[in-house]
């Protein structure tokens, strides 16, 4: 087995689990982390998005060896138990989510994006959201979501 | 140089797991999500009236927080997971099966073949589908044993250890090839298993009335759905003899007749509990391992969960039809529509699965929202040796469109009209019978038209 | 996944040394882009995957006196981060942004690109005609040699099982050499290349081409050079009428296969057109220096 | 080079399924303060039908869409339905709501007529209010009246309902008969810029033209169409699947099989056409599928504005459309059937 320490969403976790464990099992079947979903286990379609040491990766690409001592954000580390991130409360606001299976990947891959680049481009959001395949929605609400949390955190305007 | 390197044990091989939940690789460890208690709510939620508002969704803030439970999210104490093993020939007949070097795996709680189904056959329409093949394999992605054990991994190589052997037949994958029926995919059934024909006027007439005749062969090809949330179920049945399933299911009723058909139960002892589905578009219309999964769970007393792969989502789900359409269109010179003749063979794949529906859907709308006095439409569905086409999105509607809005564009082109104008001028207006004589209401052809003509600018570059 | 042993490196010595020690069945895993890929697919059955993430002598991109040296860690966002790269190899840069999508260039490495030697890595072609050499290290040393050596064939490199990529130079010579990367795929994201292709070169007197240097992806087992069309333009005027008769040689240098991506056809036209616009985006960043 | 070229495509489609009975049954509660709940047997597959559902049924009790809790697709509880399938839920679901949320209003009713002191068919449910019908300022919370209905009169507001759309079975030889009972209409136009040496087609804008009958809620018929759009464009120019001379499939994964990404989707501009059906719930048609149909069509006519390359077999690859630049005649189209 392969024990593993690391930071979750801000707090340190621990768990032993077979060397073979994707960070994305680690998360989902070791921390009952089940926001960041399996869509295609192979970096295909991003549901799986989750913020390694600031950037966001597909967590069915790394080994549960591999972030041993790493800060991982999850989905699930977006909101407080106060309130939703921009992010989240604009998509919301947009109905930019249909099934929603895709949407904790994308907001994540978002976030990646505004933690970078705060003010970016309708082309970059376009550009950070291409590892993030959407059946439902035609991606048109999340960009205006994504540019609208921008701007919230920017603050240029009011959060709702 | 390697000493301060830590290595991780490897337990050296599966068939040397023992039993306990360390060598079976189970998680241990628990613990709990957060989510926000207090959240603003948008004001058209809480606004009357109701109708027109853009109210946010509920269900929306809970996708977006990660906490939607999918089934694939939903866990069970004890459960066990499935897979299956799929034929990968596209036609034989198979000879046997031989489980027992599976059954013996450590971690191989059952293991389940289509003889032990009581009613192996389902399907909307015929019922031609197998839930786990077991005389003869249709096409390759086809399931032909299910496995359940204590992890995904131990079910997987569970399956590659079960022995199938098989009498190859010779397959049949091109529609129009099938159409001879010299290769029955369902022997002895004809391949040609629905046709649909709309008929109004007077073809000859209005062929004779044209002064423009088009013709064309359009064709369009096999989709898949992609929904992101592969299907996904968990079976867990009961010591009254009920059995619950959760399911990515899109049509839970229809679902739970057919699911008591092949398990050949009284209805009321079958529950099935719909979460919210992870993209649908037609994929999930239909039951898929569901009975297999009952059965496993009865067998072993335990939930079992199976989730697709996302390439048992391409092979063993439902497609979209590939379609090979011949469009014959009479027009005057003023771009009149005085007759068209449509024939339309479809690419049903292994099961009829909904493609009864999608062929009579496509035939009725086949001739397009034109007001087309002079009409015949003929639509076949023919099996092939392929992947099941069933719903998805449209039901035919997208490839006839592409058919004859293509040939309205070679109409307005070669007549020197505008393909807006052309459009507008054949178009159905309110009251305007339908190809099938229906009197229409509320019909916005011309609105739409013009409407999204405006928004595009359509007149503005000159045409 | 089957079952393997995971062993990280702090080092590409106690790489090398820990491959040597559970070799040969052993696999180096790095941005693990396609290697976790392959391990799902059960493509390898290893006994023991040797993680080199935490290597921290295979990061850094820095200039020094053999010229651009980049090391096998660096990431694809890294690259396209670099302010160096981006001022003098925007062909680099572009290369990098073309390959899958934000997740995976924050993952995948230059070296685990170069390694893995599918015949349409975007890597390859802006650092083939920048005449890139790579270091590999082994049990008795290192080694140095061109990129072209390096490729053996679709999947295959020069490096044994118990030898790793170090790094990866751009020669001092070929700093700032106008260089220009294009890739033609299926899509504009996440898109395999059907073809790519990369130009360097430089303007001569009399507005002639000088030292160019041609590369060609997905269109033979390895990323390739394109000598016929090299040798073409050599010292003749820079017309767009010798950059495509070039474009044309290019086609004949080639080896496109026919598969369900594209027919050879298909790719033969592509080259010819992606050589042309290489040339003359090349051609175009020379006269902006 | 690059050529730019506009193209339409023009669509109809039918709601629900094809003559076959395809019923919605649904209960609708009102609570002792006069939020609701709705039972319904359908299931969200994504649509955000339980939203518009739930605006249906506040809608016909004269409350918000926040008062009204959706319950739905557990067999054991929620009664039948045909599922979401067939663009049918707003209008057959909707339509079995809106009767039986007429049912518990009507209960309301009458037990707020003699508390108002005037016949039950005066009243009106408006703004969370049962009031009279031309004189709003006499009226009742409804809380109050549900409270006073369940716990007063004895008759706890409730109401249940089932709808199948009313069709005519075909004549089986020409297919005459009403198939269905209502249609929707759209019109999709494309904008795409072709790439005259690779034959690539970059779509650069579509405008969305449709109609649903009363948009129930505007933001998610726009995400209808705009994913379906979204679809369309993997038919045009991108999506195949694709299989061996041993009938295996070649491209079962997202790698191989091409979809849009955020990068390869145009800008969208949408818009719903005004209309009103008579026999859907406040007019109400539907929206889901037809959003996917017309797309394909578009595409591919503009591209044969930009480069007079006419596609007639989906989906426009660049190599196939850089073939037909190169013939420009119509020598792709391979597939014959045979003779009658």
């Known amino acids: 087995m392969t024990d593993v320490t690391l930071t979750i969403n801000g707090e340190e976790r621990s768990a032993s689990v077979p060397p073979e464990t994707s960070l994305l099992r680690l998360l989902r079947d070791e921390f009952y982390l089940t926001g960041s979903k399996l869509g295609c286990d192979v970096g295909d379609c991003g549901a799986c998005t989750v913020i390694v040491d600031g950037m966001p990766v597909n967590a069915c690409l790394m080994l549960a060896g591999q972030v041993d001592g790493r800060d991982v954000v999850t989905i699930e580390g977006l909101a407080t138990l106060e309130d939703l991130h921009p992010i989240q409360k604009a998509f919301e606001e947009f109905a930019s989510l249909q099934c929603g299976f895709c949407g904790p990947g994308v907001i994540i891959s978002a976030k990646g994006l505004l933690d970078r680049n705060p003010d970016p481009t309708k082309e970059e959001i376009k550009d950070a959201l291409s590892g993030n395949l959407c059946r439902c929605t035609g991606y048109t609400k999340m960009i205006e979501a994504v540019q609208d949390a921008a701007r919230i955190l920017r603050g240029e305007k009011e959060a709702a | 140089m390697t000493d301060d390197v830590k290595v991780a044990d490897k337990t050296d091989s599966l068939t040397d797991l023992k039993e306990t939940d360390e060598d079976l690789r189970l998680p241990s460890v628990v613990e709990p999500a957060h989510f926000p208690v207090e959240t603003i709510d948008t004001e058209a939620r809480h606004q009357t009236p109701a109708v027109g508002q853009r109210a946010t969704r509920p269900d929306g803030r809970l996708h977006g927080l990660g906490q939607t439970k999918y089934i694939d999210d939903i866990t069970f104490p004890n459960m066990l997971f499935a897979k299956m093993k799929r034929a990968g020939i596209s036609s034989a007949l198979i000879k046997s099966i031989d489980t027992s070097e599976a059954e013996a795996m450590p971690g191989v709680a059952a293991v389940l073949t289509g003889k032990e189904i009581p009613v192996n056959s389902y399907g909307p329409s015929y019922q031609d589908q197998p839930v786990l093949a077991d005389e003869r394999v249709f096409h390759a992605g086809d399931p032909v044993a299910a496995v359940a054990a204590v992890t995904e991994q131990i079910a997987e190589e569970a399956c590659e250890r079960i022995k199938v052997e098989y009498e190859p037949l010779e397959p049949v994958y091109d529609p129009v090839e099938a159409m001879k029926d010299e290769i029955k995919v369902h022997p002895p059934h004809s391949n040609i298993y629905a046709t649909k024909r709309i008929k109004k006027g007077d073809l000859e007439k209005g062929f004779a009335e044209a002064d423009h005749i088009f013709e064309g062969v359009y064709s369009t090809q096999m989709i898949e759905h992609v929904p992101l949330e592969p299907h996904a179920s968990i079976a867990q049945w009961d010591p009254n003899g009920r059995v619950t399933l959760w399911s990515s299911l899109g049509r839970i009723t229809l679902g739970r007749a057919d699911i008591a058909r092949t398990l050949d139960m009284p209805i009321n002892k079958i529950r099935i509990v719909g979460t919210i589905v992870g993209g649908n578009f037609g994929g999930k219309n239909e039951i898929t391992t569901e009975p297999a999964l009952a059965l496993l769970s009865r067998k072993t007393g335990r939930p079992v969960k199976m989730v697709y792969t996302r390439e048992e989502e391409f092979i063993a789900s439902t497609t979209r039809h590939p379609f090979i359409m011949e469009y014959k269109t009479g027009v005057t010179d003023d771009g009149m529509i005085t007759a068209r003749k449509v024939r339309l063979v479809l690419d049903g794949g292994a099961y009829c699965s909904w493609s009864e529906t999608t062929l009579g859907k496509a035939c009725i709308l086949s001739a397009g929202p034109y007001n087309i006095e002079n009409l015949l439409a003929e639509a076949y569905c023919m099996y092939t040796n392929k992947t099941m086409t069933g719903a998805m999105r449209g039901f035919g509607a997208p490839q006839v469109c592409f058919a004859y809005e293509s040939q309205m564009d070679e109409i307005a082109h070669k007549l020197g009209i505008d393909p807006l104008e052309l459009r507008m001028k054949n178009a159905f207006h309110e009251g305007s019978a339908s190809p099938t004589g229906q009197v229409l209401q509320s019909v916005v052809v011309k609105d739409s038209l013009e409407k999204a003509a405006e928004r595009f600018g359509w007149k503005e570059d000159g045409q | 996944m089957r079952a393997f042993d995971f062993v990280s490196a702090e080092s590409a010595d106690q790489a090398v040394s820990l491959l040597s020690e559970h070799g040969p069945n052993v696999i180096v895993l790095a941005g693990g882009t396609d290697i976790l890929v392959d391990l799902k697919h059960a493509k390898h059955d290893p006994d023991v995957v040797v993680d080199i993430t935490r290597a921290d002598d295979l990061k850094g991109i820095e200039v020094n006196d053999e010229g651009l040296r980049m090391g096998a860690l660096v990431t694809h966002t890294e690259i396209m981060d670099d302010p160096y790269i981006q001022e003098n190899f925007p062909a680099l840069v572009h290369a990098a942004h073309t390959i899958g999508a934000v997740q995976t260039r924050n993952l995948g490495t230059l070296g685990g690109n170069l390694v893995t030697c599918v015949p349409s890595m975007d890597s390859g072609p802006a650092l083939m005609a920048l005449e890139a050499e790579v270091t590999v290290a082994g049990p008795d040393g290192t080694r140095r040699m061109d990129l072209e050596e390096f490729f053996v064939g679709p999947r295959k490199t020069v490096l044994e099982h118990n030898e790793v990529l170090l790094d990866v130079i751009i020669p001092k010579r070929n700093l700032g050499k106008p260089t220009d990367f294009l890739k033609f795929g299926l899509r504009k994201g996440q898109a395999l290349a059907l073809v790519n292709a990369a130009s360097a070169l430089w303007v001569g007197e009399g507005n002639t081409f000088k030292d160019v240097k041609i590369s060609l992806g997905a269109v033979a087992p390895t990323v390739i050079r394109a000598p016929a069309a090299e040798d073409f333009l050599e010292g003749r005027e820079i017309t767009p009428e010798n950059m495509a008769e070039a474009g044309r040689l290019a086609v004949e240098d080639a080896k496109p296969i026919d598969d369900f991506r594209a027919s050879a056809s298909y790719r033969r036209d592509l080259i010819a057109v992606l050589t042309k616009r290489t040339l003359d985006n090349a051609y175009r960043l020379a006269q902006n220096d | ?340």
């Not at chain 4, 669509?11 to 609570?31: D, L, R």
């Not at chain 4, 408006?126 to 716990?151: M, T, W, Y």
């Not at chain 4, 009313?166 to 004549?171: E, Y």
Request: with cysteine.
């Open chain 4, 1 to 340: 080079m690059k050529k730019r070229g506009k193209g339409m495509g023009c669509m109809w489609y039918p709601i629900g399924f094809t003559v076959m009975a395809n019923p919605s049954a649904a209960t609708v509660k009102v609570n002792e303060d006069g939020t609701a709940t709705l039972i319904t047997g359908t299931v969200e597959t994504g649509q955000g039908s339980l939203t518009v559902l739930g605006q249906i049924a506040a809608e016909e009790l004269g409350i918000s869409t926040d008062d009204v809790h959706v319950v739905s697709a557990d067999t054991d509880a929620t009664p039948m339905d045909t599922g979401a399938i067939a663009s049918r839920t707003t209008y057959v679901t909707g339509n079995a709501i809106q009767l039986a949320a007429e049912k518990a209003k009507n209960i309301l009713f009458e037990v707020a007529a003699p508390m108002l002191g005037v016949r039950p068919n005066q009243l009106e449910a408006k703004d969370r209010q049962i009031q009279v019908k031309g004189f709003p300022q006499s009226c009742l919370p409804i809380g109050e009246v549900a409270a006073h209905a369940q716990n007063g009169a004895g008759t706890p507001a409730l109401g249940s309902a089932s709808y199948n759309p009313p069709t005519v079975a075909m004549d089986p030889e020409t297919g005459q008969g009403k198939p269905f009972s209502t249609y929707v209409y759209a019109t999709q136009i494309a904008e795409v810029e072709v790439d005259e040496e690779t034959g690539e087609v970059e779509v650069l804008r579509i405008a969305a033209a449709h109609d649903c009958g009363t948009a129930i809620n505007p933001m998610l018929v726009e995400g209808q169409i705009q994913g379906g759009i979204s679809m369309g464009v993997g038919m045009a120019i991108q999506e195949e699947m694709l299989f061996d001379d041993e009938g295996r499939q070649i491209n079962p994964n997202l790698t191989n099989y091409i979809m849009p990404t955020s990068l390869d989707m145009p800008d969208l501009e949408v818009d719903i056409v005004e209309n009103f059906d008579p026999t859907g719930p406040f007019g109400a048609k539907g929206v889901g599928e037809p959003t996917a149909v017309a797309t394909s069509a578009a595409i591919c006519n503009a591209i044969y504005d930009a480069v007079g390359a006419r596609i007639y077999n989906l989906p426009a690859t660049a190599e196939k459309v850089l073939a037909a630049i190169k013939s420009k005649d119509r020598s792709d189209r391979q597939k014959y059937l045979p003779a009658e």
